[in-house]
C-alpha cells in the first residue's frame, strides 16, 4: 500500500476531518465523485438552494475591448464558475460554487501601503468607477495542469498601483486576500495553512501591461468562486499566482513570502512562470488539459510562458529559469 507523505498530497486531495468522521458524507463525496453535476455533498461543501453565482453576476457596462486577445477558443462560462482553485471556500474543485454566498462582498475596500508616497484605502465601487473596464481574452494555466481560455474583465495593475506613487524603494508588490474564518470555511478546515493568503510579484511584473486587476468575466461582475470582487490575473504565471478576493497591497523592498510558497517552496516556486521544461516535482509540465464542454478531453503542448513570451522574455533575462521558478 502506498502511503503519500504530506509533501506528496495536492490540496484538493486533502479530505476535511469532518468529512472523514462521518462516514455517510464520505459516501455522499465518493458518489459527487462519479456525478460531477449532480450537485451533491463535496469535501467541504454545502448544496444552497439555488446557485445565483452559477448564473451570473450583473452586466458590466461600457467594457472596451483590451490588447493581448488569445486566439484560442473560449472556455464555456460554466467550465469557468463551476471548477475552481479557492481554497479559502474549499479545498474540492467545487465546494468553491456550493460556498459561494458565504463570501460577503460589500462593503469592500482594497488597502494600500508600504514603500509609496500616497498611501490609502479606495471602497470597491470607487476602483470601478476610477478605471475603465476592459475584456481581456487570456489563456490561464494551473499548476495542476489543467487550463482555461478566459474573456476576463478589468483593467491594468500597473494603473492602480501608480495612483498610489511607488517610490524607489519599491522592488516587490505583495498581495493579500480577505481572512475571515466565520465567512471562509476554508481557513478553518485547513488551520495548517499560512492565513491570510498572499501573493507577490516583482515591481516590474506588476507594472507590466499584460498584468491585471480583475473583477469580471463574460461581460459579467466576477462570481465569488472565482475571486469576487477583485482578483489578480498574471497570465503567463501559474494560476496560484492570480490571488483572489484582494483586500491588501503593499509595496516592499524586501522579497514577499507568498503562502504556498513557505508551505511548499519546492512545489510553488516565487516566479512560478509556465515552463515546459520545468516539472513539477510529482507530475510533468510538458502538456495541459483544457477544460470544455465535459470533462478533459483536450491535451496540448504546454507553452513557454503560457505563450506570452514575446511579451515577458525580456522581464527574465540573464535568470536560469530552470533554476528561478
Given at each position: ?63 472596451a475591448p483590451g490588447p493581448f486577445n ?102 516587490y508588490v505583495a498581495f493579500e486576500t ?148
Amino acid at each position: 500500500m502506498l502511503i503519500k507523505k504530506p509533501a506528496d498530497i495536492w490540496p484538493s486531495e486533502i479530505t476535511p476531518q469532518s468529512v472523514w468522521e462521518d462516514r455517510r458524507r464520505l459516501l455522499k463525496m465518493a458518489t459527487a465523485a462519479s456525478l460531477m453535476w449532480a450537485g451533491r455533498g463535496l469535501a467541504g461543501s454545502r448544496v444552497p438552494e439555488r446557485l445565483p453565482e452559477v448564473e451570473g453576476g450583473r452586466k458590466i457596462e461600457g467594457v472596451a475591448p483590451g490588447p493581448f486577445n488569445a486566439k484560442d477558443p473560449l472556455t464555456p462560462y460554466e467550465n469557468i464558475v463551476t471548477y475552481n482553485n479557492f481554497i479559502e471556500l474549499g479545498p474540492d474543485k467545487r465546494a468553491p460554487m456550493y460556498n459561494a454566498d458565504r463570501l460577503k462582498t460589500r462593503p469592500w475596500s482594497v488597502k494600500v501601503d508600504g514603500e509609496c508616497e500616497a498611501p490609502g484605502s479606495l471602497d470597491i465601487e470607487d476602483v470601478f468607477k476610477l478605471f475603465p473596464p476592459q475584456e481581456r481574452i487570456y489563456r490561464f494555466r494551473c499548476v495542476e495542469t489543467w487550463a482555461m481560455v478566459v474573456p476576463w474583465v478589468g483593467f491594468p495593475l500597473g494603473d492602480f498601483l501608480k495612483r498610489f506613487k511607488p517610490t524607489s524603494k519599491a522592488k516587490y508588490v505583495a498581495f493579500e486576500t480577505l481572512y475571515d474564518p466565520n465567512m471562509l470555511p476554508g481557513q478553518r478546515k485547513m488551520p495548517y495553512f499560512f492565513w491570510p493568503y498572499t501573493e507577490g510579484l516583482r515591481i516590474d511584473e506588476a507594472m507590466h501591461p499584460l498584468t491585471m486587476l480583475v473583477y469580471g468575466v463574460y461581460g459579467r461582475e466576477l462570481p465569488n468562486q472565482c475571486g469576487a470582487p477583485l482578483r489578480l490575473v498574471v497570465p503567463w504565471k501559474y494560476g496560484f499566482k492570480s490571488i483572489k478576493s484582494i483586500v491588501h497591497i503593499r509595496f516592499t523592498e524586501q522579497r514577499p513570502k507568498p503562502s504556498w510558497n513557505r508551505l511548499q517552496p519546492d512545489e510553488y516556486g516565487f516566479y512560478a512562470n509556465v515552463n515546459p521544461e520545468v516539472d513539477h516535482p510529482r507530475w510533468s509540465q510538458k502538456y495541459e488539459r483544457m477544460l470544455g464542454s465535459g470533462l478533459f478531453t483536450r491535451k496540448r503542448p504546454t507553452r513557454m510562458f503560457n505563450g506570452y513570451e514575446k511579451q515577458v522574455a525580456s522581464l527574465y533575462k540573464g535568470m536560469d529559469l530552470r533554476k528561478n521558478y
